[in-house]
C-alpha cells in the first residue's frame, strides 16, 4: 500500500473518531440514568441512587415516609423521553398505581445534574408527586359502601344488616380498675376466653376500645345493665351482614369478617389489613359484586398534620390528589328458600355425625335447600361431600338395564349370596325371603336386591353405567349452578369385583348429597337436573382478568375423585318415558319396599330408594346411610355418615322433613 493511501485512511478515521466523540454528547449516560431512578422508586428503595444535593439514605427515608401510607402498594414507574441541555438533563416518571380496579396515573419531573463525569439525580420531593413540597407526606383515606344482600327465593333478604352490639373494654373508662379483672370478668359474662381476652386489653394502647364479642340484638341474653357491672366494659350499637340465625345456611353462604392474611396475600393489593370481606362460602366467591368499591381518596398534607388540626380547621389543611367515589354492591341472588332451609337444619339438629339434606326443584333446578348438620363442623357436606352412594345407585343400574332392553316388570335372578372372583356379595341383614328367587326387576329394586343388580353386571357394562349416571345429570359440568359443588363420580372402566362393586354404589363410585338430590330430580322432571343456586353470577363489575365480577374463577363443579374434570352433559340424556319406569319402581319402595313409613306423607305419592354404603375396614363394616325421594315437584337427598341403615336413620329423618314442608 502507497504511502498516499496509508495517509488517506489515517485521515478519514481521524474524522470518524472526531464526528463519534460529537455525538456521545452524555445522552447515553442520563438515560441510564432515567432509567435508574424509575426502576428504584418503582421499589420504593432509592438507597443505591446517586443524589445531587442528599445523601441517598436521606432520600430514600423521605421517600419511604411520603408513601407510607399506601402501602403495601407500590407504584409502577416507566421513564419517559429525556430532555438534554449540557450537563442537565430532564425526563418525565410516569406513575401507575394499583387500588383494586382503580389506578391513579401521573407524570412528575426528574432532573439531573452532571457532576465530575457521573450524571447525578437531582433530589425534589415534586419528583415524587408533582407539587409535593419538602414537608409533606402524602395520607389514605377509604370508606366501604353498605355491603349487598344475599337473597332467597322470592327475593327475600337472607343475609342482610342486622343490628348487633359490640362489647368489651374501653381501656379510658377503666379509671383504677385492674384491666385484667375486669377483662377475665367481661371475659366470663360473654362466654369468651378469660385469659386470652385479658392478654388482649393488656397489650392494646390505653385509648383503645377492645372488642370481647359481637352479639346479635334480636334474642340475646347478656343484658347491658350486666355489661355495665364490669368496670371499663361497654355495648356498643352496631349492625353487620347476618343472616337469620348463626348457623343458617353457613356452609353456602360463608359469612363476612376481616381479611385473613393468606387473602391480603392473594388479593393483589385490594384487600389490606382491617378490610371486611367475605369469609368462604358465597360471600367469598362474590365477594366483589357484594362489597362494591370502596371510596378512595388520597391527599396532600404537612407530615406533622394532626388528627385535632385537620377537624379543627375551618377547610380541610389537606390537597387532594386522587379520588374514586364509592360504588355499592349489587345483591346477589340465589334459590336457597329460607323456610325450607331453615326446616332442614332444624331436622338435623340432633344428628352427630356428619349429615346434610338437599332439596330441590325438579322443574327448574332451583337449589331450595342444602343443609349440613352440625356434626359437618361447618364443612360444606350437602354439596361438597364424597361419599359411596350404596343402593340409591340402583337407579343408575336400573336406567341401564332398561336400555338393554329390561322393563320394570322383567323377571331376574335374587339370590341370598353372589360369588365374583372369589369375593362373596350378599344383600342386606333381613332381606325378605319372599323376595328371592324370580322376581320382577321393579321388586328386586323395591327390596334393594343386592345380588340381582351385581348379576347384570355382564349385560350391563362400566361404560354403560357411567353413560347412564350422566344421561342423569350425574358427573357432568352445571354452568348453572354459580358454585362450587361435587356432582359425582363414576369411572367408565372396571372389571371385576369393582365392577361388581359399582352396581351396587360401591367401589370408586361416590356422589355429593347435592348430585343424589339431582338424579332423583331428573327421574320426577322426566330429564337431566341442571342445578341452580345462584341466578345472577355475572351481576358485579368485572374485575380485570376474571369472567365474572367474583374474586374467585367462574364457579363450575370441582374435578371428580379421580382429579380429572367433570364432563359436559350427556348426548343421550334420560327421557320422559325411562324416567317413568323408575318412578314407578320408586314408587314400589313405598308402596312394597323398604320405605313404606313414606306412604302417610300427605300430598302427592311419595317414589324414593334408600342406600346403605359400606366403608373402612372394620368387620362389620361401618356404613353410611341414605336415602332419596320425589315428592310433587321436590326432590330430596338425606344422607347420615357412619349411620347405619338409609331406611331406619336417614328414612326417619326424610318424612319429618317431607312432612313438615307440606
Known amino acids: 500500500?502507497?504511502?498516499?493511501?496509508?495517509?488517506?485512511?489515517?485521515?478519514?478515521?481521524?474524522?470518524?473518531?472526531?464526528?463519534?466523540?460529537?455525538?456521545?454528547?452524555?445522552?447515553?449516560?442520563?438515560?441510564?440514568?432515567?432509567?435508574?431512578?424509575?426502576?428504584?422508586?418503582?421499589?420504593?428503595?432509592?438507597?443505591?441512587?446517586?443524589?445531587?444535593?442528599?445523601?441517598?439514605?436521606?432520600?430514600?427515608?423521605?421517600?419511604?415516609?411520603?408513601?407510607?401510607?399506601?402501602?403495601?402498594?407500590?407504584?409502577?414507574?416507566?421513564?419517559?423521553?429525556?430532555?438534554?441541555?449540557?450537563?442537565?438533563?430532564?425526563?418525565?416518571?410516569?406513575?401507575?398505581?394499583?387500588?383494586?380496579?382503580?389506578?391513579?396515573?401521573?407524570?412528575?419531573?426528574?432532573?439531573?445534574?452532571?457532576?465530575?463525569?457521573?450524571?447525578?439525580?437531582?433530589?425534589?420531593?415534586?419528583?415524587?408527586?408533582?407539587?409535593?413540597?419538602?414537608?409533606?407526606?402524602?395520607?389514605?383515606?377509604?370508606?366501604?359502601?353498605?355491603?349487598?344482600?344475599?337473597?332467597?327465593?322470592?327475593?327475600?333478604?337472607?343475609?342482610?344488616?342486622?343490628?348487633?352490639?359490640?362489647?368489651?373494654?374501653?381501656?379510658?373508662?377503666?379509671?383504677?380498675?385492674?384491666?385484667?379483672?375486669?377483662?377475665?370478668?367481661?371475659?366470663?359474662?360473654?362466654?369468651?376466653?378469660?385469659?386470652?381476652?385479658?392478654?388482649?386489653?393488656?397489650?392494646?394502647?390505653?385509648?383503645?376500645?377492645?372488642?370481647?364479642?359481637?352479639?346479635?340484638?334480636?334474642?340475646?341474653t347478656v343484658t347491658n345493665d350486666q355489661i355495665a357491672a364490669v368496670p371499663g366494659a361497654r355495648a356498643i350499637p352496631a349492625s353487620v351482614p347476618l343472616a337469620p340465625t348463626r348457623t343458617f345456611a353457613r356452609p353456602v353462604l360463608g359469612a363476612v369478617g376481616e381479611a385473613t392474611a393468606e387473602q391480603i396475600e392473594a388479593s393483589g393489593g385490594s384487600l389490606t389489613a382491617g378490610d371486611v370481606t367475605g369469609l368462604g362460602g358465597l360471600q367469598q366467591q362474590y365477594d366483589k359484586q357484594l362489597r362494591g368499591t370502596e371510596a378512595l381518596i388520597i391527599r396532600a398534607q404537612r407530615a406533622d398534620l394532626t388528627r385535632e388540626q385537620i377537624q379543627a380547621a375551618a377547610t380541610d389543611p389537606r390537597r387532594t390528589l386522587f379520588e374514586v367515589a364509592p360504588a355499592p354492591g349489587t345483591p346477589l341472588k340465589t334459590t336457597l328458600d329460607q323456610r325450607l332451609q331453615a326446616l332442614a337444619e332444624t331436622t338435623l339438629a340432633d344428628v352427630g355425625p356428619a349429615s346434610a339434606i338437599v332439596a330441590l326443584r325438579p322443574s327448574s333446578g332451583a337449589v331450595l335447600a342444602a343443609a349440613s348438620g352440625p356434626g359437618s363442623n361447618g364443612y360444606n357436606t350437602a354439596m361438597l361431600g364424597q361419599y359411596a352412594p350404596g343402593s340409591i345407585f340402583k337407579m343408575v343400574d336400573s336406567l341401564a338395564m332398561f336400555r338393554n332392553g329390561l322393563t320394570p316388570d322383567s323377571k331376574v335372578a335374587c339370590t341370598p349370596t353372589l360369588a365374583v372372583d372369589g369375593r362373596t356379595f350378599k344383600n342386606s341383614e333381613g332381606y325378605p325371603e319372599s323376595s328371592l328367587g324370580s322376581v320382577t326387576l321393579r321388586d328386586a329394586f323395591a327390596h334393594s336386591c343386592n345380588t340381582a343388580f351385581i348379576a347384570a353386571r355382564d349385560s350391563v357394562s362400566q361404560a354403560q353405567l357411567e353413560a347412564a349416571a350422566m344421561a342423569m345429570g350425574l358427573a357432568v359440568e352445571a354452568p348453572t349452578l354459580g358454585a362450587e359443588a361435587f356432582l359425582g363420580s363414576v369411572p367408565g372402566e372396571a372389571a371385576g369385583t369393582e365392577h361388581a362393586a359399582s352396581m351396587i354404589g360401591q367401589g370408586k363410585v361416590l356422589l355429593s348429597p347435592l348430585s343424589a338430590a339431582m338424579m332423583a330430580g331428573s327421574v320426577a322432571k322426566g330429564a337431566?337436573?341442571?342445578?341452580?343456586?345462584?341466578?345472577?353470577?355475572?351481576?358485579?363489575?368485572?374485575?380485570?382478568?376474571?369472567?365474572?365480577?367474583?374474586?374467585?374463577?367462574?364457579?363450575?363443579?370441582?374435578?371428580?375423585?379421580?382429579?380429572?374434570?367433570?364432563?359436559?352433559?350427556?348426548?343421550?340424556?334420560?327421557?320422559?318415558?325411562?324416567?317413568?319406569?323408575?318412578?314407578?319402581?320408586?314408587?314400589?319402595?313405598?308402596?312394597?319396599?323398604?320405605?313404606?313409613?313414606?306412604?302417610?306423607?300427605?300430598?302427592?305419592?311419595?317414589?324414593?330408594?334408600?342406600?346403605?354404603?359400606?366403608?373402612?375396614?372394620?368387620?362389620?363394616?361401618?356404613?353410611?346411610?341414605?336415602?332419596?325421594?320425589?315428592?310433587?315437584?321436590?326432590?330430596v337427598a338425606v344422607f347420615v355418615e357412619d349411620g347405619g341403615l338409609g331406611a331406619t336413620t336417614s328414612g326417619p329423618l326424610l318424612k319429618e322433613f317431607l312432612t313438615a314442608a307440606g
Open 528 to 635: 337431566p337436573v341442571a342445578p341452580q343456586l345462584v341466578l345472577n353470577p355475572d351481576a358485579g363489575a368485572p374485575a380485570a382478568g376474571t369472567a365474572n365480577g367474583s374474586t374467585a374463577p367462574a364457579a363450575q363443579p370441582s374435578a371428580t375423585a379421580t382429579g380429572e374434570a367433570p364432563a359436559s352433559a350427556s348426548g343421550q340424556p334420560i327421557t320422559a318415558a325411562e324416567a317413568a319406569s323408575l318412578s314407578d319402581m320408586m314408587r314400589a319402595v313405598v308402596t312394597s319396599g323398604h320405605a313404606g313409613f313414606l306412604s302417610s306423607v300427605p300430598g302427592a305419592p311419595v317414589g324414593a330408594k334408600t342406600g346403605t354404603a359400606e366403608f373402612g375396614n372394620e368387620t362389620p363394616p361401618k356404613t353410611h346411610a341414605w336415602i332419596v325421594a320425589v315428592h310433587g315437584d321436590l326432590a
Open 1 to 220: 500500500m502507497g504511502k498516499k493511501t496509508k495517509l488517506s485512511l489515517a485521515m478519514a478515521s481521524l474524522v470518524l473518531g472526531t464526528s463519534l466523540v460529537g455525538c456521545d454528547d452524555g445522552r447515553s449516560g442520563a438515560e441510564s440514568a432515567v432509567k435508574d431512578l424509575a426502576s428504584a422508586v418503582s421499589a420504593l428503595d432509592v438507597g443505591s441512587v446517586a443524589f445531587e444535593g442528599k445523601d441517598s439514605a436521606s432520600a430514600n427515608e423521605q421517600l419511604r415516609n411520603v408513601f407510607a401510607a399506601l402501602d403495601p402498594q407500590k407504584p409502577a414507574v416507566q421513564p419517559g423521553d429525556l430532555t438534554l441541555d449540557g450537563d442537565n438533563a430532564s425526563a418525565p416518571l410516569n406513575y401507575t398505581w394499583t387500588f383494586g380496579d382503580s389506578e391513579w396515573k401521573y407524570a412528575a419531573s426528574a432532573k439531573f445534574k452532571k457532576s465530575g463525569g457521573e450524571w447525578l439525580a437531582v433530589w425534589d420531593p415534586a419528583t415524587l408527586v408533582p407539587g409535593l413540597a419538602d414537608s409533606e407526606i402524602l395520607s389514605k383515606g377509604s370508606q366501604s359502601p353498605p355491603r349487598a344482600d344475599i337473597l332467597g327465593a322470592g327475593d327475600v333478604p337472607l343475609v342482610t344488616y342486622r343490628p348487633v352490639v359490640d362489647v368489651g373494654i374501653d381501656k379510658p373508662q377503666l379509671g383504677a380498675a385492674d384491666p385484667a379483672a375486669a377483662a377475665s370478668k367481661l371475659a366470663t359474662l360473654v362466654g369468651v376466653d378469660p385469659a386470652a381476652y385479658a392478654d388482649q386489653v393488656k397489650a392494646a394502647g390505653p385509648e383503645a376500645f377492645v372488642r370481647a364479642i359481637t352479639l346479635r340484638e334480636e334474642g340475646r
